[in-house]
């Protein structure tokens, strides 16, 4: 992810990846429109792995 700190070893960017990910499935409707997502799109790039980009 670009917002990843640049820090990260390869474990901690996986990690960031599915944290981040895990709270954008979170997300109310409201809170998807605020950041500019529709659901689909939310939902799309919540269940990638992990390890996809």
């Known amino acids: 992810m670009?917002?990843?700190p640049?820090?990260?070893?390869?474990w901690g960017l996986f990690w960031h990846r599915l944290h981040t990910r895990k709270v954008l499935l979170e997300l109310t409707p409201e809170q998807l429109r605020d950041v500019g997502?529709?659901?689909e799109q939310a939902l799309e790039e919540g269940?990638?792995?992990?390890?996809?980009i």
Do not use: E, H, T, Y
């Not at 640049?6 to 390869?10: K, Q």
């Not at 269940?47 to 996809?52: A, M, N, Q, Y």
């Open 47 to 52: 269940l990638k792995p992990f390890w996809r």
């Open 2 to 4: 670009r917002n990843a």
């Open 37 to 39: 997502l529709s659901q």
């Open 6 to 10: 640049s820090c990260l070893g390869r």
